[in-house]
């Protein structure tokens, strides 16, 4: 079992920047790689980013690449989302999971609750 607490999330004008975090109960969250998704009204769950179990893999939506970094810290548990020039369109609920390395949605087996993120124009 892997329990996932997402933070960080909050209101940024357009260019500015946040930096998720999801810290991990469980010893074995080292073993797991680690997503991020969004879910914003009117629209479908996004991938956003995923990051190998050792964090040497990376994996981004074109929508994000070049502006979103995840990373991982596994002595403490924890995934980063640092996100820069953010967008008014990166308005969304931003949700941190825990599974096999994919930008698919249902090849996650734990999921956090999720954090807001609002981009004001």
């Known amino acids: 079992q892997v329990q996932l607490v997402e933070s960080g999330g909050g209101l940024v004008q357009a260019g500015g920047s946040l930096r998720l975090s999801c810290a991990a109960s469980?010893?074995?969250?080292?073993?797991?790689?680690m997503g991020w998704f969004r879910h914003s009204p009117g629209k479908e769950r996004e991938f956003v980013a995923s990051?190998?179990?050792?964090?040497?893999?990376?994996y981004y939506t074109d929508s994000v690449k070049g502006r979103f970094t995840i990373s991982r810290d596994n002595a403490r548990n924890t995934v980063y989302l640092q996100m820069n020039s953010l967008k008014p369109d990166d308005t969304a609920v931003y949700y941190c999971a825990a599974g096999r390395f994919s930008g698919t949605w249902s090849e996650y087996d734990y999921w956090g609750q999720g954090t807001q993120v609002t981009v004001s124009s």
């Open positions: 469980g010893r074995t969250f080292s073993s797991y790689a």
């Open positions: 990051i190998s179990w050792s964090g040497a893999r990376t």
